[in-house]
């Protein structure tokens, strides 16, 4: 009860933020083996008693750091879309404009952090309902990107497509070859106007979800 009573505090708020945020900041560097209790207190400038304090487990701490990254992802990649201009794009163009959304200025140690986490999260249960939403949110975002781009934008075509931009961004993380964005855009865009084709003019981009 202690820790529950203290966590509704504007203290014990902004201490539980600051620990939730060091430790989404450790997991997108080295994955699930960076968060510990000692390295997300020091990340967070408080005593190393602070994590079990507040939270009741590690585990505890790093599905907090889980949501916490798929939301501001989530809100990022929203804020993006909707500044998107609408104008018809090539095949090339909305390739690149998907991976700019999707995978945007990432490293490559970046990105390998990122898909380790999608990987460890399908581990855990009490995980998956999260990314499961993060990956319905972020196709959202791109079906109103590919019909601001005078694409047709089906959700089951643009769930493809998503799926599509993963696993080459992590086929060209694993292959000794070009840089992962360059390998990825190639595979989109021999796929782009299959799952997205570009709409005839006048026609309206199509979304089924209602």
Same mark, same amino acid.
């Given at each position: 009860?202690?820790?529950?009573?203290?966590?509704?505090?504007?203290?014990?708020?902004?201490?539980?933020?600051? $620990? %939730?945020?060091?430790?989404?900041?450790?997991?997108?560097?080295?994955?699930?083996?960076?968060?510990?209790?000692?390295?997300?207190?020091?990340?967070?400038?408080?005593?190393?008693?602070?994590?079990? /304090? /507040?939270?009741?487990?590690?585990?505890?701490?790093?599905?907090?750091?889980?949501?916490?990254?798929?939301?501001?992802?989530?809100?990022?990649?929203?804020?993006?879309?909707?500044?998107?201009?609408?104008?018809?794009?090539?095949?090339?163009?909305?390739?690149?404009? $998907?991976?700019?959304?999707?995978?945007?200025?990432?490293?490559?140690?970046?990105?390998?952090? !990122? /898909?380790?986490? /999608?990987?460890?999260?399908? !581990?855990?249960?009490?995980?998956?309902?999260?990314?499961? @939403?993060?990956?319905?949110? @972020?196709?959202?975002?791109? %079906?109103?990107?590919?019909?601001?781009?005078?694409?047709?934008?089906?959700?089951?075509?643009?769930?493809?497509?998503?799926?599509?931009?993963?696993?080459?961004? %992590?086929?060209?993380?694993?292959?000794?070859?070009?840089?992962?964005?360059?390998?990825?855009?190639?595979?989109?865009?021999? %796929?782009?106007?299959?799952?997205?084709?570009?709409?005839?003019?006048?026609?309206?981009?199509?979304?089924? @979800?209602?």
């Amino acid at each position: 009860m202690a820790d529950m009573t203290a966590a509704v505090t504007p203290k014990g708020e902004r201490r539980r933020h600051a $620990l %939730v945020s060091a430790a989404a900041e450790l997991l997108n560097e080295g994955g699930f083996e960076a968060v510990r209790h000692r390295s997300v207190a020091q990340r967070a400038g408080l005593p190393l008693a602070s994590t079990t /304090y /507040y939270f009741s487990s590690l585990d505890e701490l790093i599905g907090k750091a889980v949501e916490y990254i798929g939301f501001t992802e989530a809100a990022e990649l929203r804020a993006r879309v909707q500044k998107l201009p609408r104008r018809r794009r090539s095949s090339g163009a909305t390739a690149s404009l $998907l991976l700019d959304l999707l995978a945007g200025e990432s490293t490559s140690e970046q990105l390998i952090s !990122r /898909y380790e986490r /999608y990987i460890a999260c399908a !581990r855990h249960p009490a995980l998956r309902g999260m990314e499961r @939403r993060l990956l319905q949110q @972020r196709v959202d975002a791109v %079906v109103e990107a590919v019909g601001r781009s005078g694409r047709c934008a089906r959700v089951d075509m643009i769930t493809a497509l998503v799926c599509a931009v993963d696993g080459a961004v %992590v086929s060209a993380l694993v292959a000794d070859g070009p840089a992962p964005r360059e390998t990825a855009r190639a595979t989109l865009v021999d %796929v782009i106007d299959v799952l997205a084709p570009i709409l005839a003019p006048g026609l309206a981009p199509t979304d089924d @979800r209602g």
